[in-house]
């Protein structure tokens, strides 16, 4: 019995491990919020910040720094496309200016915003705890006439709706073809650069260097050019 509940217990204390050690920064875009927009949404700047949210959405929706956020059951979650998929953000990486939403622009507020200024950020201290807060520390000061300006909506993805919407393996090229914003946050940068952009596939190994076949206008004049060499020949 002792020898059973000490293999329990090494169990449980690596298992809480691994999950915080995946709570940690941006997770794997694919997580599934619920969330099915048949077309790309209207957007609203919040005036006097870089962000975007989006008033006839159910739903705690915005966009910051060239990604959509959304706050939804304690979690907040980013993606690169509007409907995403959606990759888990830890509280202690949110960027700053997604915490700094005012209330008043969630159109789906948690039961513990009740009572919160609405022209102010929710208190995420009070809500994520002191431990957040010291991590966090200032999250919440900042100079009103320094914030940066908004990015660039991705327009783009209007066309991308219903079945045309693309697959997941697709998105990285359409997005890097059509959106040539580069994030300002580091975080976002960091999740940007690692599932919206397709990185150039790799050279394989005995590949580099090999000749490429000509094209057909570089053939014909490749094949013209050696029926004047042998014209030379005979004439000589």
């Given at each position: 019995m002792?020898?059973?509940l000490?293999?329990l217990s090494?169990?449980?204390w690596s ?9 940690v920064?941006i ?8 969330i099915?927009?048949?077309?790309y949404p209207?957007?609203?700047r ?6 975007y ?11 910051y720094?060239?990604?959509?956020w ?12 509007y ?8 509280p202690?990486?949110?960027?700053l200016?997604?915490?700094?939403i005012p209330?008043?622009y969630?159109?789906d ?7 919160w200024?609405?022209?102010?950020a ?13 991590r966090?520390s200032?999250?919440?000061?900042w ?34 073809q ?6 300002r ?12 952009v ?5 050279v ?9 076949e ?23």
């Amino acid at each position: 019995m002792r020898y059973a509940l000490i293999v329990l217990s090494v169990l449980f204390w690596s298992s809480t491990s691994a999950l915080a050690q995946v709570s940690v920064g941006i997770g794997l875009p694919g997580v599934s919020i619920g969330i099915n927009l048949p077309v790309y949404p209207e957007f609203v700047r919040v005036p006097g910040y870089p962000v975007y949210y989006a008033p006839r959405l159910n739903s705690n929706y915005f966009f910051y720094d060239g990604m959509y956020w959304v706050y939804q059951s304690d979690n907040w979650y980013a993606s690169s496309w509007y409907n995403g998929p959606w990759g888990l953000v830890a509280p202690e990486v949110v960027p700053l200016f997604v915490l700094r939403i005012p209330v008043r622009y969630y159109r789906d507020p948690p039961a513990y915003f009740r009572g919160w200024r609405s022209d102010a950020a929710p208190r995420w201290g009070e809500h994520w705890g002191n431990q957040w807060e010291q991590r966090r520390s200032g999250w919440d000061r900042w100079d009103r006439r320094s914030a940066p300006a908004p990015a660039p909506l991705p327009r783009y993805q209007r066309q991308y709706s219903g079945d045309r919407y693309p697959r997941v393996e697709q998105q990285p090229a359409l997005h890097g073809q059509n959106y040539r914003f580069q994030p300002r946050d580091t975080v976002v940068r960091q999740h940007y650069h690692e599932h919206a952009v397709q990185r150039p596939a790799p050279v394989r190994r005995g590949q580099q260097g090999a000749p490429q076949e000509p094209r057909r206008g570089q053939a014909q004049g490749k094949d013209r050019e050696r029926g004047e060499e042998r014209g030379q020949e005979r004439r000589r």
